[in-house]
Nanobody, 120 residues
Framework: QVQLLESGGGLVQPGGSLRLSCTVSGSFLRVETMGWYRQTPGNLREVVAV???????YYSPSVMDHFTISRDNPGNTVLLQMNSLKPEDTAVYYC??????????????WGQGTQVTVSS
């Protein structure tokens, strides 16, 4: 069974920084694309940043200048460094991973979500 474990959310003042971490555990062959999404009440979940298995990143234009996504060498952990945080970055952040199982199929998995609140 594949699980995604997230950590790193919290309360921070405007202009501050947080780092989110997400690790894939369980039985699988490899992890493909990983990414972070966020959702606020009454709105659809939106992409924040994703990174391929080869390390190529994509950012939402709204975070491109102050968020950085990265992966560790085995590729099972994805980090999101969030700098210069703004109140509009407040949301529940969800980790996503496309995981290849032993039968070669690839399925998406989601973390439980972590709250990020930017407020003075």
């Amino acid at each position: 069974q594949v699980q995604l474990l997230e950590s790193g959310g919290g309360l921070v003042q405007p202009g501050g920084s947080l780092r989110l971490s997400c690790t894939v555990s369980g039985s699988f062959l490899r992890v493909e694309t990983m990414g972070w999404y966020r959702q606020t009440p009454g709105n659809l979940r939106e992409v924040v940043a994703v990174i391929t298995s080869r390390g190529s990143p994509y950012y939402s234009p709204s975070v491109m200048d102050h968020f950085t996504i990265s992966r560790d060498n085995p590729g099972n952990t994805v980090l999101l460094q969030m700098n210069s945080l703004k109140p509009e970055d407040t949301a529940v952040y969800y980790c996503n991973a496309d995981v290849q199982s032993s039968d070669q199929s690839v399925s998406p998995y989601w973390g439980q979500g972590t709250q990020v609140t930017v407020s003075s």
